[in-house]
């Protein structure tokens, strides 16, 4: 038969390896597709990591709103762009989107003229940018340019 002692002995040491088990594991993240450099030229959407996005700089104005995103987890930068529409069909306008890094890498596309009743959302794909800089640029089918600053 176990004695008293043993018994307790037996139980402090069982809680130590739970707490110490708990404590070393780390809290789970949100599961994504790529990380890092791996992540440049993808979707944020289709990979996760715009699961844990921040907007770090935007530029607006009556038409639009313009931003770079962040990825924490990825280590990425994209840019998107939200196209307000006023509540009834409205057509806006086409043309490139761009993440430009300060090294001049760029991810960019191409969008049509989208007619919508409520607002549209464009990105690029993503780009590695721990430590770079990065603007999102829309260049609209009249060829003006609008830029937030760098993030």
């Known amino acids: 038969m176990m004695s008293n002692k043993k018994r307790l002995a037996t139980f402090v040491a069982a809680i130590v390896l739970m707490f110490s088990a708990m404590t070393l594991s780390s809290p789970a993240t949100h599961a994504v597709g790529c990380y890092g450099d791996w992540c440049s030229g993808r979707d944020a959407d289709a990979t996760g990591c715009s699961a844990d996005a ?6 607006n104005n ?12 990825c280590k990425t930068n994209w840019a998107r762009i939200v196209m307000y529409s006023p509540g009834w069909i409205k057509c806006t306008s086409n043309g490139y989107l ?18 919508a009743a409520v607002s549209t959302v464009h ?5 590695y940018s721990p430590v ?20």
Not at 65 to 70: A, C, E, K, N
Request: with cysteine.
């Open 62 to 73: 009556k038409e639009f709103s313009l931003q770079v995103r962040w990825s924490p987890t």
């Open 132 to 151: 770079h800089r990065v603007r999102a640029v829309f260049v609209n089918q009249n060829n003006f340019t609008y830029s937030t600053p760098w993030s």
């Open 123 to 127: 990105y690029t794909p993503m780009i």
């Open 98 to 115: 761009k993440a430009v890094q300060d090294t001049v890498y760029t991810q960019q596309i191409f969008f049509d003229t989208v007619c």
């Open 54 to 59: 921040v907007t770090t700089q935007v530029y």
